[in-house]
């Protein structure tokens, strides 16, 4: 298999006061080259706690990885050195955030925060760009992401532009040092519809342009169905299910996606279920066997005990429910 | 419609003096809601929409224009109403972890609004604070005495519900109130509501800038665009017809799950531009720098609202020509 990522069992857990937190509870997640995943979860499901396992940005401790492996084209990231992990970051991950507010440093010009991307990746690449050349990549990425005056954007503070053009930058930042994995972090979850189409149309058509793989971090089902192929839903540390987008989601097989399908308003306007009851488990004690099971209303005896395998129904389509045991 | 709007605003009008110069946040808007419907304002962030609610509460008085709840003026600011009116109009947050105070007990928050009104004694309180929260379907006894930061986002925003019915009211606004919310939690939310306004014959003004939400909960939609209305239609005849360019472009920027949605939605229209400051608001129509079908007359002249059918209004250059139906409730 052409992977180039693949997350194996992983475990992330934080250690603080009253005891250790088992966020991440077993993550299996697979990118092959130039193709885009969507990873869906509601909030505190540990969806950026996985990005940032990736970039290996977790600040450790309280984050402790208890097992598992994340491989980088065969290489586990996990093992790699510091010096090799920022090589890695310099050009082969990159990653836009939820807030630019916050990756943005507020002190530096636009102008600043940008050339330093720019001439750091080249170095990377052992080349040293001459200050003109500098000038001239950075207007053109801002150019690529639709921005209206680079010049004059270039010597603006991140204070002085609105949410999306400061995301706009963020997407320019990430995508000019040719990185060939990008994970983007619920990057317009901020913003209003008609920007979040702008943003997205506009990193769909680079990502294109580019052949770089994309992981998509969101909340949002209808933003993965726009802009993925294959999608993964993430539930309580673990990935429930797991296949290609529109059939996922014409097809919701785990109880949890199907609740989740149910509880998107929908524009037929049928009215809207009465979403899933209770809510996500304290992970200071998550329950036993499958962590969906107090909530889930076909639960099973084995599912408080064991949890479940990914079960495969046709289709490249894997579900972890005990329900499709049969199927596989 | 019903003939007999319980609230109505008449060219209202709310501008905030700033040292950058004049934020006309809402500006000349009028509109009208009948008696146990659910008017869902759509916007985009900094159109008006919670300057608008805002208004109605009295937070700020209006520059200019008139408010009227049940025919008679509102447009006075909170201080200066009489109880009984903030008895009948209530608001529920878009976040509750802020609204609710962190360091009082559930039982301490719902008892507040009933003190203020002198609503029972102490001892009826205690029952009606249980009836209240039975209202919103948790268990009296096992949420009376907890905090806030106890219990999930869900919960404390059922809470804030149960608060704002502390007094009765006829009227409550609620201002995004599941989005801060996620998907699985909102449904159970949206759908309390909804059996709250039919039980206690209740009318909302519903803020989001959901419009697949509203496709579900509002009677009547209302787009605003920089302190404006562009368009009011009654929710089938919005999501089936729209007319307006700005909310074709809203209808077809929003993402979708299923193929049956994708079907309904309106021609893409690529969205440009962003919304401009309040501040410096372009001349003429305020959308004419986003529109894709934008005339001449755009940049220059301001559109008039213009009744296109029942109830189906829209505030665009395009539906100008028939001078006679140039007129608004």
Redesign the interface.
């Known amino acids: 298999m052409d992977g180039l990522l693949a997350i194996r069992d992983l475990h992330v857990g934080f250690r603080i006061f009253e005891g250790k937190l088992r966020v991440l509870n077993g993550v299996q997640l697979d990118v092959r080259e130039g193709e885009r995943v969507g990873l869906i979860g509601?909030?505190g499901c540990g969806k950026t706690t996985t990005v940032k396992s990736i970039l290996r940005v977790l600040p450790m401790p309280p984050a402790r990885v208890s097992g598992g492996e994340i491989l980088y084209r065969g290489e586990d990231i996990l093992k790699a050195s510091r010096r090799r992990m920022q090589e890695l970051r310099r050009h082969e991950l990159t990653a836009i955030f939820q807030d630019p507010l916050q990756s943005l440093n507020p002190v530096f010009t636009i102008g600043t925060q940008l050339r330093d991307i720019v001439k750091d990746s080249a170095i990377g690449r052992g080349k040293r760009l001459s200050r003109r050349d500098v000038e001239a990549q950075c207007i053109q990425a801002l150019q690529e992401t639709g921005m209206p005056d680079p010049g004059r954007i270039m010597t603006n503070y991140p204070a002085q532009l609105?949410?999306?053009?400061r995301q706009r930058i963020c997407i320019a930042e990430a995508l000019s040092t040719n990185a060939r994995l990008l994970l983007a972090d619920e990057p317009t979850t901020n913003l209003?519809?008609?920007?979040?189409?702008?943003i997205l149309?506009k990193l769909d058509e680079l990502v294109e342009e580019k052949g770089a793989s994309v992981v998509m971090i969101t909340?949002?089902?209808?933003?993965v169905?726009?802009l993925t192929q294959r999608a993964n839903i993430m539930y309580a540390g673990s990935i429930v299910e797991t296949g290609m987008t529109h059939s996922l989601?014409?097809a919701p097989k785990h109880p949890y996606t199907q609740?989740?399908?149910?509880?998107?308003?929908?524009?037929?306007?049928?009215?809207?279920?009465?979403?899933?009851?209770g809510?996500i488990p304290n992970y200071l004690d998550p329950p036993p066997g499958c962590r969906f099971h107090p909530r889930c209303e076909h639960r099973m005896e084995i599912c408080e005990s064991e949890a479940p395998p990914l079960f495969s129904v046709g289709d490249a389509q894997h579900v972890a429910c005990y329900l499709y045991r049969e199927a596989a | 419609m019903s003939d007999h709007p319980i609230l109505s605003a008449n060219h209202l009008v709310k501008h905030f003096p700033t040292k950058a110069g004049v934020v006309r946040a809402v500006d000349d808007i009028s509109f009208d809601i009948a008696t146990g419907e659910t008017l869902g304002l759509v916007g985009e962030s900094g159109s008006g929409k919670t300057t608008t609610a805002q208004c109605v509460l009295g937070i700020y008085p209006p520059t200019a224009g008139e408010i009227s709840f049940d025919g008679a003026p509102i447009g006075v600011v909170f201080s200066r109403r009489n109880k009984e009116l903030k008895r009948r109009i209530r608001i529920v947050f878009q976040d509750p972890g802020s609204s609710l105070n962190p360091k009082r007990t559930i039982k301490q928050i719902l008892s507040v609004p009933l003190k203020v009104h002198g609503m029972g004694s102490a001892r009826e309180r205690l029952s009606m604070m249980s009836e209240l929260l039975q209202l919103v379907e948790l268990p009296p006894t096992e949420y009376l005495y907890k905090h806030p930061q106890a219990i999930g986002g869900g919960e404390k925003q059922m809470v804030a519900i149960a608060r704002a019915l502390a007094t009765n009211p006829r009227f409550v606004v609620l201002d995004e109130p599941t989005s801060a919310l996620d998907v699985s939690v909102q449904g159970k939310i949206i759908n309390l509501l909804m059996r709250l306004a039919d039980e206690l014959d209740l009318t909302y003004l519903f803020i989001t800038h959901d419009l697949s939400l509203m496709r579900n909960v509002a009677t009547r939609v209302a787009i605003m665009y920089l302190g404006k209305l562009c368009e009011i239609a009654p929710t089938p005849e919005f999501f089936r017809a729209p007319q307006h360019p700005y909310t074709k472009m809203l209808l077809s920027s929003i993402p979708v799950v299923t193929s049956e949605e994708e079907a309904l939605k309106p021609e893409k229209i690529v969205s440009q531009g962003e919304i401009p400051s309040p501040v410096n608001i372009p001349t003429g129509c305020s959308f004419h720098l986003r529109c894709p079908v934008k005339m001449p007359i755009c940049s220059k002249v301001d559109p008039e609202m213009q009744v296109l059918s029942d109830g189906h209004v829209v505030r665009c250059h395009l539906y100008g020509n028939d001078s006679s139906a140039n007129v608004l409730s």
């Open positions: 509601e909030t609105s949410g999306g053009m209003d519809v008609t920007i979040q189409d702008q149309r909340h949002s089902m209808g933003v169905r726009d989601l014409e609740g989740l399908m149910a509880s998107v308003p929908k524009l037929t306007g049928e009215g809207i279920s009465d979403g899933i009851p809510r």
